[in-house]
């Protein structure tokens, strides 16, 4: 069983301010996978990115970058020059190897003000 | 990106009622899912399917009934709908362990 904790519930911040979305999780399994979704006021579900936990090698698209850190168990997602189109639920979601399952945080809700 | 389709995108209606809610994609993916999702609070799956005639109960117990008669659906039932089953539906698909999953836009059931 996983379990994710995503400690930030609501945060906000002015348009054009980097923001950092916590994600920490556990789970038993050796190789497993991670991702961040987001979720605007529309509902539906958009996929962000993905990571596998034997690559550790953080990257930059864009204006979203990540950092992964399996020493900790945390995977935290950054947005850089956060604008008004940002606000939404993030969830940051581990995956188990069995492939089943994402597991989803209590997500993180995110107002950028203009 | 992804084609899934979920109808009603809203549906209210009363106690007692048999509703279905609808969700096809036309990825040709084999594994699909529910979730359910109250609104702001995390996702739990309900149901999944690895491919036709298989389906399984996810982590969370659920009411509903589902069915994969074809590769394309995966329709969701509730026999007698309850006010404790208002909330927002998700369906989902994926190609497979270690894939992303793409979500449909959702069924927001009100029952009143």
């Known amino acids: 069983a996983q379990k994710v904790t995503q400690a930030q519930t609501e945060i906000s911040v002015v348009e054009k301010e980097d923001v950092t979305l916590d994600c920490v999780y556990e789970t038993r399994d050796t190789t497993y996978y991670l991702f961040w979704y987001k979720q605007p006021p529309s509902g539906e579900l958009v996929f962000l990115i993905r990571?596998?936990?034997?690559?550790?090698q953080n990257e930059i698209s864009g204006r979203y970058s990540w950092n992964f850190q399996k020493s900790t168990s945390s995977f935290n997602f950054t947005i850089t020059a956060s604008q008004v189109v940002d606000s939404a639920v993030y969830f940051c979601?581990?995956?188990?190897?069995?492939?089943?399952?994402?597991?989803f945080g209590g997500g993180t809700r995110l107002m950028v003000k203009p | 990106e992804a084609d899934i389709y979920q109808t009603p995108r809203y549906l209210v209606i009363g106690t007692g009622k048999k509703i279905t809610l609808e969700c096809s994609q036309t990825?040709?993916?084999?594994?699909m899912y529910w979730y359910q999702q109250d609104p702001g609070m995390e996702l739990h799956l309900i149901h999944y399917?690895?491919?036709?005639?298989?389906?399984e109960k996810g982590d969370l117990s659920s009411e509903s009934t589902v069915s994969r008669i074809r590769t394309e659906h995966f329709p969701l039932t509730l026999e007698s709908a309850r006010p404790s089953h208002t909330s927002q539906y998700l369906c989902?698909?994926?190609?497979?362990?270690?894939?992303?999953?793409?979500f449909g836009p959702g069924t927001r059931l009100t029952v009143l």
């Open positions: 990571r596998n936990s034997f690559d550790e």
């Open positions: 989902a698909t994926d190609r497979g362990r270690g894939n992303e999953q793409f």
């Open positions: 990825m040709g993916h084999d594994k």
């Open positions: 979601a581990p995956r188990d190897n069995a492939g089943n399952m994402l597991t």
């Open positions: 399917s690895y491919g036709v005639n298989s389906t």
